[in-house]
């Protein structure tokens, strides 16, 4: 076992190596060359659309199962994760502050590829035997590309990361732990009401996903960004200094910050682009999976709603976990993972209620990582087996989740970091070929705002 632990982690290594990294910055630089930086001209409209979608939820004159706000809320269910509370912690305490410098270059590039793999999804999306729209870079591969191999491939490693990876095990053993914590309670206790509500959930398909979704997305990042917001007005003395340090880090400026941190300009690369990729999961194609649902004529206009995803995800949230982390110099200790995120709110707000902030948010952001899921391995599982298979996969899911608590994660955490990683290699090349189809649906799109006649 300890061999094979130690292949995989080798394995985890190169897949997350430098190869992949820039490969997923090259993509996210290409693309906002070729749609001319439309994270930036486009960001106040792609807000516009995320609230005008919300509030047209029940619009019938579109094609679509769900409303454009709703998908995303559903790939906002899976990205707003352990990752924004875990990831973030690891990245700064492996990289140094200036991990989140490069964390939000990575984010920021992350948008276009975002926009354009969710453009894709809708474009080449299809309805299933049951009537229900089904997208993502499966689709996008098999009916761009024509590569049905590839496509296959992509399916079956999304499957394997939502029922044996970052969608279960990983996301299940952080409720127990949050549980344990707050509540004092026992893992089978945890895993019966976990699964039982999971159950709940999915049972109904994507309708109930996405209707949970809207419900808690909104209130679980308000919930938390209030809790940063506290933490960083209270040491706000420290902000100007430690936005310095942050930049001085990220590149390593001079030695003094060298010696201060202990840290180099690659290691904070390397923490601050992997750590940010694994949170939006920009580039790594499952929010298209959710966005090909989306009632909505133009398949830009859903890339654009789901561009924000990264926005929230990343630039947001995970940039406020960091400025906790950074001003309260939590980072620098042997402190390690969620509970340098825990440290930074316990010194702020107190011994019970730094430890309800942070738990209380982990507890919510996995289950709805779970749900979400959920939802884009069983779109994989109709992708390659048709849609009779649905009832015995939401089945076999359920009880994926009520044992992942008493399974042994050790080589659990490494599989879902290769499984991730290799995901994003088929979608990283369909997305790179198919450039042309994101910037011809883009002037379409664009074309239409101005008032002239596009075929739809």
Not at 178 to 206: D, E, K, Q, W, Y
Not at 275 to 302: D, H, V, Y
Request: with cysteine.
């Amino acid at each position: 076992m300890e061999a094979l632990s130690q292949i995989l982690d080798k394995v985890d290594g190169l897949i997350w190596g430098a190869p992949l990294l820039i490969a997923l910055i090259a993509v996210g630089i290409m693309l906002t060359v070729k749609l001319r930086l439309i994270q930036v001209s486009n960001l106040i409209l792609s807000l516009k659309l995320v609230f005008s979608s919300k509030a047209n939820a029940d619009d019938t004159g579109k094609a679509g199962d769900i409303s454009g706000f709703a998908a995303l809320c559903t790939a906002l269910a899976s990205t707003i994760g352990t990752g924004n509370i875990v990831g973030v912690a690891t990245a700064v305490h492996m990289g140094g502050p200036g991990a989140l410098f490069w964390m939000f270059v990575a984010a920021f590039f992350g948008m276009a590829t975002k926009y354009s793999e969710c453009l894709l999804a809708v474009k080449y999306r299809e309805v299933d035997e049951k009537g229900r729209y089904r997208g993502g870079p499966m689709y996008y591969i098999k009916n761009g590309l024509h590569c049905k191999s590839l496509a296959a491939l992509f399916a079956l490693l999304t499957v394997g990361a939502g029922c044996f990876g970052i969608g279960t095990y990983c996301q299940v053993n952080s409720m127990v732990d949050a549980n344990r914590i707050m509540f004092g309670m026992s893992p089978l206790a945890s895993c019966a009401i976990i699964s039982a509500l999971v159950g709940m959930v999915t049972v109904g398909g994507l309708n109930s996903i996405s209707r949970v979704s809207t419900k808690l997305i909104p209130l679980m990042a308000v919930f938390y960004i209030v809790g940063c917001l506290f933490v960083i007005l209270v040491n706000i003395e420290n902000l100007p200094s430690d936005v310095v340090l942050i930049v001085k880090s990220a590149f390593n400026f001079d030695a003094g910050v060298g010696a201060a941190t202990g840290i180099g300009i690659l290691m904070a690369m390397r923490f601050g682009v992997a750590r940010g990729m694994f949170s939006n999961e920009a580039g790594l194609g499952s929010a298209p999976i959710a966005a090909a649902s989306a009632k909505t004529k133009f398949p830009a206009e859903q890339g654009l709603v789901n561009m924000t995803g990264t926005f929230f995800d990343t630039i947001i949230i995970c940039m406020l976990t960091g400025l906790t982390i950074v001003l309260t110099n939590t980072w620098s200790g042997d402190l390690d993972g969620a509970a340098i995120t825990s440290e930074a709110f316990r010194q702020t707000l107190g011994d019970s209620w730094g430890i309800y902030m942070v738990n209380l948010g982990l507890l919510l952001f996995a289950f709805t990582t779970v749900i979400g899921w959920n939802y884009y391995a069983e779109s994989c599982v109709v992708y390659l087996f048709g849609t009779k298979v649905i009832y015995v996969y939401r089945f076999i899911y359920i009880l994926i989740v009520a044992s992942a608590a008493f399974m042994t994660l050790d080589l659990v955490w490494i599989l879902a970091d290769i499984l991730n990683g290799l995901m994003a290699l088929p979608n990283l090349i369909a997305l790179f070929l198919l450039r042309k189809d994101i910037v011809e649906e883009t002037k379409k799109y664009f074309a239409h705002l101005k008032g002239l006649k596009v075929k739809v």
